[in-house]
């Protein structure tokens, strides 16, 4: 979790007041996740989709099939492979370009890798029917082919709420320009569960903010478009 160019604050000011706008379900987009300012009851615009023929996958292994709720979207991002790829897996520096992750710590020692675990949190505002609390989740890196792809999975726990596992791949691949990231993620759970295409809006929003992010993260710590 810790990457070798400075953070952003200076350019790009984040409050503690927006991480806790965040919609509830938004906040769990990731057991891997991120946010949208978007209203509960509102649909936030998006450029991805939750139905997909094929599902992404890193060393053959993808989201999981059975769920029913779940989202797929990309990026061209103009920035080299190596910045893009160092920026996501560098999981202790999230908390300086992403202003939802409260805290973000490895639980174990090394490069990222098959295996690795890391503990992060978010504010969780309240919603009609769970309370205001903080995610506590625990991510576990399944796959990593460095370069290339990432898969992690694992639950988030607040007081009042629960995922039960949230599984999230990420494809990163050389095109003209820069890099195309894509991302599919998918959640099991009773409580967003109750409501699919509301959880499926929001994870949906909170992917394409994550991938907003990263990309103006990416751009500005690069020297510009790639060849």
């Excluded at 710590?105 to 505002?125: I, N």
């Amino acid at each position: 979790m810790s990457s070798d160019s400075p953070a952003l604050s200076s350019t790009r000011p984040r409050t503690r007041a927006r991480a806790a706008a965040i919609t509830i379900t938004a906040a769990l987009a990731a057991v891997g996740i991120l946010v949208t300012t978007a209203p509960a009851q509102a649909a936030p615009a998006m450029t991805g989709t939750a139905h997909h023929t094929d599902v992404l996958k890193c060393q053959g292994k993808g989201t999981d099939p059975a769920a029913v709720i779940r989202y797929r979207t990309d990026v061209v991002i103009k920035a080299p492979l190596s910045t893009v790829f160092k920026l996501q897996t560098d999981v202790e520096g999230w908390p300086s370009w992403q202003a939802p992750v409260l805290s973000s710590e490895r639980l174990d020692h090394g490069p990222l890798r098959a295996g690795s675990q890391f503990r992060w949190t978010t504010p969780a505002p309240a919603t009609p029917s769970t309370p205001e609390t903080t995610l506590n989740i625990t991510s576990t890196v399944r796959q990593l082919d460095r370069g290339s792809c990432i898969r992690w999975s694992g639950p988030a726990v607040g007081e009042g709420l629960r995922i039960d596992e949230g599984v999230h791949v990420w494809k990163f691949t050389k095109v003209k320009g820069g890099v195309r990231v894509q991302t599919e993620e998918s959640w099991t759970g009773a409580q967003v569960e109750a409501d699919v295409p509301l959880a499926t809006a929001m994870l949906g929003g909170g992917l394409e903010e994550w991938l907003r992010e990263l990309k103006t993260t990416a751009e500005a710590r690069s020297d510009g478009p790639c060849a």
